[in-house]
């Protein structure tokens, strides 16, 4: 009886109904649309928040086209044969806040990353496979985005640290304005808990600045300042404690920028981190109508960033076998608050969307996620969705269609987190695997708490296994509180205590289960839509629930993915099976790849330092040159063994300091001045050692 429910939207609707499924639909949606303020019965107000995620107004429209990288000067071919990376970066480099740099219908040959840094500029394509950015360097990202970020001292918070407070007072403000961001923390509540420990070690770089010892994080940005008061434009999400010295710091921002109407590719899987699109202290950037395809890490890494949009663009496959920190689709770094993932398809990845180390007030909504894979030849269901490092909370998953949900406790705890209106398959069959073990639907780790499981299908049409077991089965619904998700019994029964879940239905009791502690049963269409969005066209809305009828539909990413006749596309020229390039090419952009490596970015402030460094320094001379040169063709392998082992990490950030630091005076008040400086420093350290043995006490004979 269940199999007849999940059909596409022209199945539904017949020749001889459609008018009339149509009106009862709107006349249905209208109905449930009208429940909304019912939200606070649902889920109560203290576990969750009123999200507003995305660009405020949408995605700006730069309609001034400041180049053509086609005509003169900048001359690209965009023949697939010519490298283009020069002259598209020329372009970039050029083009004035506002604008947008344009390339024509072609395929782009790049041997090395393209960088827009601290503009406000769009590069934009013809369309998807019309426009291709074909890369085939050995390292560095395809396109990164961000800010030359400058590090800020923390300022104590005083007073407004309260949930929902949207002023608060500083120790003092002197060095922040109105239009500022500010990350927001406290230390590590044990009492929560937020831990940073869990089945996969300590993750001791999940936080701003791979500091972990400040895992609740909020972005927000300042209105208006009254002495050392400042107005918010959001209210904060959580309670802190002034015994946990709760903080503000402001951040650096690049500001609307974005990529839209293209396709980008990686011609081989290359050496240390690689992303497609990388966003590194960003607000309000955007990704829109973009296909990546065979990227090595992550296809959209956002890092330390605010109200980002990426949204009806197409993200799928990886590398290898699609080991750990392989083929992600958008991943979420660290201190991130405020972004919408809206309205994309993700097809044969480890995982989807995640979380990882911090993140609040961000939203997952409406995408379509197909036939994940990890470790191929394991056989293992892998999340599409979910948390991953300590400690992401009041983030929301609502309206998606999706293999599996993980909020997992591999690097830690989370909490505060709610999945709404999503279809949870818990089945994928992806084209170079057979999926037969953990065939969970829900997953939830130990240290996870207060999250919330409203109004979702679980599982399929025919569905297998059991409910919830209270230890290791192959095959179930609910599991909950172990350690690993390979753990043979469940350790934190308080995952289960503090989860409210409530009007789930699951294809293995065939039943819709409710909380006999709610009395309220009547779900809201949306967490944080208002109104029925444009981009669902003429299809229901919304379009999973069981108190719908079917009770999945169709979503407009789904719908496009199932019209695709080459979801793959087809092979390039021949251009793709030249040689690799040598790393770091590019007129000496990217490059920097063990200091990259060991601070987890090539946009990091020390790494930023070190580049210029090179660059005004080293590069200005044949010696220099022939060392960035040697350094550029043995580094990339060492970085990658740096890149897999956080203790190593650890120890070359540490290393790097002193090396930072002298570049850091050079650039700022020149290389004799510094030397003078450090000269003085040793000769005064040399004397006090002096003085100091000499009138140490002589042992007795």
């Given at each position: ?39 606070a ?6 576990r ?11 995605i ?6 400041c ?65 291709l ?103 904060l ?14 951040l ?38 973009v ?43 660290f ?28 939203v ?7 036939d ?67 065939l ?134 021949a ?10 090419g ?116």
């Amino acid at each position: 009886m269940h199999a007849t429910r999940v059909l596409s939207f022209s199945q539904r609707c017949g020749a001889t109904g459609h008018v009339r499924f149509l009106a009862a639909a709107i006349i249905g949606a209208a109905m449930i649309a009208a429940t909304s303020a019912a939200q606070a019965q649902v889920i109560p107000s203290d576990r969750r928040i009123a999200w507003s995620p995305g660009i405020p107004g949408g995605i700006p429209q730069y309609k001034t086209v400041c180049a053509n990288v086609k005509d003169a000067p900048f001359r690209a071919k965009g023949d697939g044969v010519s490298d283009d990376t020069a002259a598209i970066q020329r372009a970039i480099d050029r083009c004035k806040n506002g604008q947008a740099v344009y390339l024509p219908a072609g395929t782009y040959r790049l041997t090395a990353e393209l960088q827009i840094i601290d503009k406000s500029i769009v590069l934009r394509g013809d369309g998807q496979r019309k426009t291709l950015l074909r890369n085939e360097a050995g390292s560095g990202n395809i396109l990164s985005i961000g800010s030359r970020n400058e590090r800020h001292f923390p300022v104590r918070i005083l007073d407004g640290y309260t949930k929902d407070s949207s002023k608060i007072t500083l120790k003092s403000a002197s060095s922040i304005a109105a239009g500022d961001y500010l990350v927001v923390y406290q230390d590590n509540d044990p009492s929560l808990p937020v831990d940073p420990s869990g089945c996969g070690g300590t993750c001791t770089w999940c936080g701003l600045y791979n500091d972990s010892n400040h895992a609740m994080t909020q972005i927000v940005r300042v209105k208006g300042k009254s002495g050392n008061t400042l107005t918010l434009n959001r209210p904060l999400y959580y309670t802190f404690k002034p015994t946990l010295n709760p903080e503000a710091m402001k951040l650096s921002m690049v500001d609307r920028a974005g990529v839209e109407d293209l396709s980008m590719e990686m011609t081989q899987p290359g050496s240390g981190r690689r992303h497609g699109i990388e966003i590194t202290h960003g607000s309000h950037c955007w990704i829109r109508n973009v296909e990546t395809y065979r990227i090595r890490n992550h296809h959209v890494s956002i890092r330390n960033s605010y109200g980002s949009e990426v949204r009806q663009s197409y993200f799928h496959h990886g590398w290898g076998k699609y080991p750990g920190d392989f083929a992600y689709g958008v991943m979420l770094h660290f201190v991130n608050s405020d972004h919408l993932i809206e309205d994309n398809i993700f097809y044969v990845l480890r995982h989807a969307m995640v979380l990882e180390g911090g993140g609040s007030g961000n939203v997952f909504g409406y995408n379509y996620s197909k036939d994940s894979q990890g470790n191929v030849g394991d056989h293992w269901l892998f999340a599409d969705a979910g948390t991953h490092g300590v400690h992401p909370y009041m983030n929301l998953f609502e309206g998606n269609v999706i293999v599996q949900l993980d909020f997992d406790g591999h690097f830690g705890s989370g909490s505060h987190n709610t999945a709404f209106r999503n279809w949870i398959e818990r089945r994928s069959t992806p084209p170079e695997d057979t999926i037969t073990d953990a065939l969970f639907a829900v997953v939830l780790g130990a240290k996870n708490r207060y999250h919330n499981i409203v109004g979702n299908v679980l599982c399929h049409p025919g569905c297998t296994g059991v409910y919830q077991a209270p230890a290791f089965v192959k095959a179930e619904i609910w599991h909950l509180g172990y350690l690993c998700a390979s753990s043979q019994s469940p350790i934190d029964p308080d995952v289960e205590k503090t989860l409210l879940r409530h009007g789930n239905f699951d294809y293995v009791t065939n039943e819709t289960k409710w909380d006999a502690a709610i009395a309220d049963r009547t779900l809201p269409a949306s967490f944080y839509l208002a109104s029925r969005p444009s981009f669902f066209g003429s299809l229901p809305w919304p379009a999973i629930g069981p108190d719908l009828s079917p009770m999945v539909g169709m979503l407009p990413a789904r719908q496009r993915f199932e019209s695709m006749t080459q979801p793959v596309p087809p092979p390039g020229p021949a251009s793709m099976a030249s040689p690799p390039v040598t790393p770091g090419g590019g007129g000496g952009r990217g490059g920097c790849f063990i200091a990259g490596a060991a601070y987890g970015s090539s946009l990091e402030p020390e790494v930023n330092v070190l580049r210029e460094f090179r660059d005004r320094y080293l590069l200005s001379h044949r010696p220099g040159q022939a060392l960035v040169t040697l350094y550029e063709q043995c580094s990339p392998a060492v970085a990658e063994f740096i890149a897999k082992h956080e203790s190593l990490r650890g120890l070359v950030r540490w290393s790097l300091l002193p090396v930072v630091g002298v570049c850091y005076l050079m650039l700022s008040i020149g290389m004799m001045t510094t030397i003078g400086i450090l000269a003085a420093l040793s000769v005064g350290i040399v004397a006090v050692a002096r003085i100091r043995r000499s009138n140490a006490p002589s042992k007795a004979a």
